[in-house]
T-cell receptor
Framework: NAGVTQTPKFQVLKTGQSMTLQCAQDMNHNSMYWYRQDPGMGLRLIYYSASEGTTDKGEVPNGYNVSRLNKREFSLRLESAAPSQTSVYFC????????????????FGPGTRLLVL | AQTVTQSQPEMSVQEAETVTLSCTYDTSESDYYLFWYKQPPSRQMILVIRQEAYKQQNATENRFSVNFQKAAKSFSLKISDSQLGDAAMYFC??????????????FGTGTRLTIIP
């Protein structure tokens, strides 16, 4: 049981390049999330997915797209990277409200450190 | 929108002593969850303790306990018998129950805890 996994662990991009951050969970969770963490700002939600086939914007979605490929996988894509997207990106998952599991914490992957030059 | 405030950017404690980290939040909701997450230098986000707002009893997990004051909207974390492995950033987080599926976490900006040997 690996929990939440993310690839890559570290990536350097040039301005304008594109890339996809991968996330997978093996806990059979319905909900998945992408956050970014910047110094002094805690974690901020980029996008989330309540279930397979659905995605919605979070607090800071500009410059990103997501795909909920199946129940296990939730990817984050930067189409044209900008220096302002230099950050640490975390994927998380949680059981859905309807699952009856309380209290419903989120479980995080190890993070991807992204540097955009 | 909910906000979470951690007013102590840094704290330090002598090994084996007790330390309390502060967290306040603002919400108009009556039912919600509160969490403390620990982020060691590895950057992994680790769930420390959770509290359901409808429960008056304070949550405890071994050396970790909370002081939940719902009327004051305060949720402090007490670490007893501090150990070197407790050194980390600690984030307080709020989880709304008002939107099915989007049970996102709103994070504070964190408190960096240093353990003095």
């Amino acid at each position: 049981n690996a929990g939440v996994t993310q690839t890559p662990k570290f990536q350097v991009l040039k301005t304008g390049q594109s890339m996809t951050l991968q996330c997978a969970q093996d806990m059979n969770h319905n909900s998945m999330y992408w956050y970014r963490q910047d110094p002094g700002m805690g974690l901020r939600l980029i996008y989330y997915s309540a279930s397979e086939g659905t995605t919605d914007k979070g607090e800071v979605p500009n410059g990103y797209n997501v795909s909920r490929l199946n129940k296990r996988e939730f990817s984050l894509r930067l189409e044209s990277a900008a220096p302002s997207q230099t950050s640490v990106y975390f994927c998380a998952s949680s059981p859905s409200y309807a699952s009856g599991t309380t209290p419903r914490a989120q479980y995080f992957g190890p993070g991807t450190r992204l540097l955009v030059l | 929108a909910q906000t979470v405030t951690q007013s102590q950017p840094e704290m330090s404690v002598q090994e084996a002593e007790t330390v309390t980290l502060s967290c306040t939040y603002d919400t108009s909701e009556s039912d919600y969850y509160l969490f403390w997450y620990k982020q060691p230098p590895s950057r992994q986000m680790i769930l420390v303790i959770r509290q359901e707002a409808y429960k008056q009893q304070n949550a405890t997990e071994n050396r970790f306990s909370v002081n939940f004051q719902k009327a004051a909207k305060s949720f402090s974390l007490k670490i007893s018998d501090s150990q070197l492995g407790d050194a980390a950033m600690y984030f307080c987080a709020y989880r709304s129950l008002s939107n099915f599926g989007n049970e996102k976490l709103t994070f504070g900006t964190g408190t960096r805890l240093t353990i003095i040997p």
